[in-house]
């Protein structure tokens, strides 16, 4: 018996990408149920799923899909109409293959969980078919089989269009053999792409191939189901193919039908996609010899990396940086030729963004959950809304993919919720019934900037004043004092919330605290701006990557610190006299700008930093669109850095973000810019 778990890392992931694609072509599918193309698409990936499951001895899954299967295959058949309420048990029966491949990821088995109702839905569907036209189908083929199906020699399974057929009849000229080949893999075929690619070595040694059911890219990437067929010319006979193809492993069954004269008198049409897709190289043979020529089948160019192992390599490289700041540090004061040390940090630096690069995923893999998640809201609150989405190219580390999901949950089901008016209140407000959610992916330098903007109600700022007296956070006098933008502010304060009732999707602002303490965490921060009776938009901003940040070190005291040169503004200098007390805060007027001053050394208890200097050395560091100055001893220059954790024990000490290791061996603390700045 074969050890199957060896395979479940790889289930578990091509299983993963076709629930995805499942849940997109459910998504088409309600908006166009008439739509062939999308039913079929549906129909393979149950059909994929159903034989993947079957290999893996997942019997529940199997019986799941091969249900679905049935069902399915009534839409196709037009036997019954799909609604909305039918594309609900679908994605009930997405739910519960997502369930059972989780559990299969985390214990590598199904599970005891049968999902009868999700069974019983589906028999219910079945049972409406009250006509049994698939049974009496299948009774007339069996009375009358050369109704439908001729024989194989006489029906081919490809269409040829006009370039075929004018290659074709070359051939013919030639005395050459056309033979259309088809090939069915073992049900527990686990490397398709792999013994299609035998195949494929047999047929360049002794054919040309000049046609390809689904195409030789698709056949490459494992985008086809058990089966697939080809269209061959060449010099040898119809046993010699089977013969050869049979005997690669894995193969079930192999139909060599010899194409005729008589099926090319058909009307043939030229097929634009098909010249080039599917015959590669063939316009100057066939200028110069009219001959065909073979598609040179290619093994996959994409491979799956653990991202531990991703991990590993990016410390690997973290470390050649630190040992490159070293060999800086150490020759700083030498006459010596600085060529090589130049080099090697041009290398360091390419071999990083490379390293980058590898692990950059498009932030795609996080949007895709939502369009569906913003159907089932809809559907619950018996709201029209549009989900729309730009960006999802944009990308973002692996790292950071695995953390935005969950914050951007929440925004969303906020917006969706409670920042959307229901359907009768947008007409009497003049609106359009059905409301939008804009989610918005960009890059901005080092930063990916993420947007959810609705057409909503927006955030009512006197509200928001009155929950704030209410609460007893700020007297009436001061929040007077606030500007619209301060008092929205208090949103993401803990469990601060301007609901007049809590649903069981979200409260305007109840859980924003996590959603700014977990994007703080990442190194980002979150923004609000409203406009009464228009909408509201949450903008976060996050940077690229949290392993390797170019900053700015400072001394101060005796202590190097290091400040995000993303977060800097600029960098000033001024005179002790020029530190006025405002509302019992320090501030500098820079520029016509009032900017609040943070002591560091007062903050962090550094005991020797310099107090009486003559000329202070401010570091304007932006938040959002805020300004603090930064008040440091001394600059000491600006350094490529690893930012390294501090560990469980030290995770939650305030104001710092992370340590560095610098080039002289010494630790520099990393200072978090958005829990110092006010």
Not at 220 to 225: K, L, N, S
Request: hydrophobic share 40%; aromatic share 6%.
């Amino acid at each position: 018996m074969m050890d199957m778990n060896q395979y479940l890392d790889i289930f578990v992931e091509e299983a993963k990408e076709h629930l995805q694609q499942l849940n997109t072509s459910l998504l088409q599918l309600e908006k166009n149920n008439k739509d062939k193309a999308i039913l079929n698409e549906i129909f393979r990936v149950a059909h994929t799923l159903k034989g993947m499951a079957g290999t893996m001895g997942f019997v529940k899954m199997q019986t799941l899909t091969h249900h679905m299967e049935d069902v399915l295959d009534l839409f196709r058949n037009e036997r019954i109409v799909v609604d909305s309420d039918m594309v609900d048990i679908l994605f009930e029966c997405l739910d519960a293959l997502e369930t059972y491949v989780n559990t299969v990821s985390l214990s590598g088995q199904e599970g005891n969980e049968e999902f009868q109702s999700v069974l019983d839905a589906l028999a219910n569907i079945l049972g409406t078919n009250k006509g049994k036209k698939k049974t009496a189908s299948i009774e007339n083929k069996e009375e009358n089989p050369t109704e439908e199906f001729k024989p194989v020699s006489e029906k081919l399974r490809v269409e040829f269009n006009q370039y075929d057929a004018n290659v074709i009849r070359k051939a013919f000229e030639a005395d050459m053999n056309v033979f259309e080949i088809h090939v069915e893999l073992d049900q527990g075929c686990l490397l398709k792409a792999a013994r299609a690619f035998i195949v494929f070595q047999i047929l360049e040694k002794n054919a040309d191939v000049i046609k390809s059911v689904p195409k030789v890219e698709d056949i490459e990437d494992e985008r086809f189901d058990l089966e697939f067929t080809v269209v061959a010319i060449t010099k040898k006979d119809k046993e010699f193919f089977v013969n050869e193809i049979n005997s690669v492993a894995e193969i079930s069954n192999v139909e060599v039908t010899q194409v005729l004269p008589q099926h090319l008198d058909v009307e043939t049409e030229k097929d634009d996609n098909s010249t080039e897709a599917e015959i590669s190289g063939t316009t100057d043979k066939t200028q110069d010899e009219n001959q065909p020529v073979v598609r040179t089948y290619k093994t996959n160019k994409t491979v799956r990396v653990d991202i531990e192992r991703l991990d590993t390599l990016m410390n690997l490289v973290s470390e050649l940086i630190i040992i490159k700041n070293s060999l800086e540090a150490s020759f700083e004061n030498v006459d010596i030729d600085t060529d090589s040390i130049e080099y090697l940090e041009r290398i360091t630096t390419s071999i990083h963004d490379a390293v980058m690069k590898v692990r950059m995923v498009p932030i795609e893999q996080v949007f895709n959950r939502f369009p569906r998640m913003i159907r089932d809201i809809s559907r619950e609150l018996d709201k029209d809304i549009e989900l729309h989405m730009v960006g999802a190219e944009t990308e973002l580390d692996r790292t950071l993919i695995d953390e935005i999901g969950d914050p951007l949950i929440h925004i969303l089901r906020n917006s969706a919720d409670h920042g959307l008016e229901s359907r009768t209140e947008r007409e009497k407000l003049g609106k359009p019934s059905v409301g939008n959610i804009y989610l918005r992916a960009y890059q901005d330098g080092n930063n990916v900037v993420i947007e959810v903007e609705d057409d909503g109600r927006g955030i009512d700022a006197s509200k928001v004043r009155r929950k704030i007296v209410e609460k007893g956070l700020e007297t009436a006098e001061i929040v007077n004092s606030f500007s619209d933008k301060e008092v929205i502010d208090y949103l993401f304060k803990p469990s601060f919330s301007t609901a007049e009732e809590v649903t069981d999707l979200s409260g305007r602002g109840v859980g924003l605290d996590v959603v700014k303490t977990k994007i703080e965490a990442l190194g980002g921060m979150v923004e609000v701006d409203t406009v009464w009776g228009k909408g509201t938009k949450f903008s976060i901003r996050i940077p690229l990557t949290l392993a390797i940040i170019q900053a700015l070190l400072v001394h101060i005291g005796s202590e190097k610190y290091a400040i995000p040169l993303s977060s800097i503004s600029e960098i000033v200098n001024v005179q002790p006299e020029e530190i006025r007390m405002v509302r019992e805060q320090e501030v500098i007027l820079l520029r016509d700008m009032v900017i609040p001053v943070v002591r560091l050394n007062k903050i962090l208890e550094v005991p020797d930093s310099l107090e009486d200097q003559k000329n202070i050395t401010c570091v304007i560091v932006k938040k959002g669109d805020k300004l603090s100055a930064f008040l440091v001893d001394s600059l000491v220059g600006q350094q490529e850095i690893v930012i390294k954790s501090l560990g469980k024990v030290l995770s939650n000490i305030k104001y710092i973000a992370g340590a560095t290791i610098l080039g002289d061996g010494n630790v520099a603390l990393i200072l978090d810019v958005n829990s110092l700045a006010l």
